[in-house]
C-alpha cells in the first residue's frame, strides 16, 4: 500500500502561484510514475501533470508553460508549481502514484484562484 498526503492548496489572486507538495509513504518501491489531477465543482477529474520515475513530464495543455510538475525520489515527494494562475485553475488537487498493477490517490487539497 500507498499513502499520499498533498499539501500547500490555498486561495490566491490571478496571477500568483501557489507550490503543491506531495508525500508519499508506505510501499515507495512500488511507485514508478506520479502525477496530478485536478477537479472542479460540476466537472469530471482531469489530468494535469505526469512524470515517469526517470524524470520525463507530460503536461495538458491547459497549464503548459505555466505549470511544473517535479519529484524527489528520495524524500518520496512530488511537487507542482503552478505560475499565473487562472480562475479557471480553480479545482480540487489530487496527487496521484502508479504502482504495481494499480494507482493510489491522495485526498486532495483545495486551490482557489480569484478574478
Known amino acids: 500500500q500507498v499513502q499520499l498526503v498533498e499539501s500547500g492548496g490555498g486561495l490566491v489572486q490571478a496571477g500568483g502561484s501557489l507550490r503543491l507538495s506531495c508525500a508519499a509513504s508506505?510501499?515507495?518501491?512500488?511507485?514508478?510514475?506520479m502525477g496530478w489531477h485536478r477537479q472542479a465543482p460540476g466537472n469530471q477529474r482531469e489530468w494535469v501533470a505526469s512524470?515517469?520515475?526517470?524524470?520525463?513530464?507530460n503536461y495538458a495543455d491547459s497549464v503548459k508553460g505555466r505549470f511544473t510538475i517535479s519529484r524527489d525520489s528520495a524524500k518520496n515527494t512530488a511537487w507542482l508549481q503552478m505560475n499565473s494562475l487562472k480562475p479557471e485553475d480553480t479545482g480540487v488537487y489530487y496527487c496521484?502514484?502508479?504502482?504495481?498493477?494499480?494507482?493510489?490517490w491522495g485526498q486532495g487539497t483545495q486551490v482557489t484562484v480569484s478574478s
Open positions: 496521484r502514484a502508479n504502482g504495481v498493477g494499480r494507482s493510489y
Open positions: 508506505g510501499s515507495i518501491f512500488s511507485i514508478n510514475a
Open positions: 512524470i515517469t520515475s526517470g524524470g520525463y513530464t
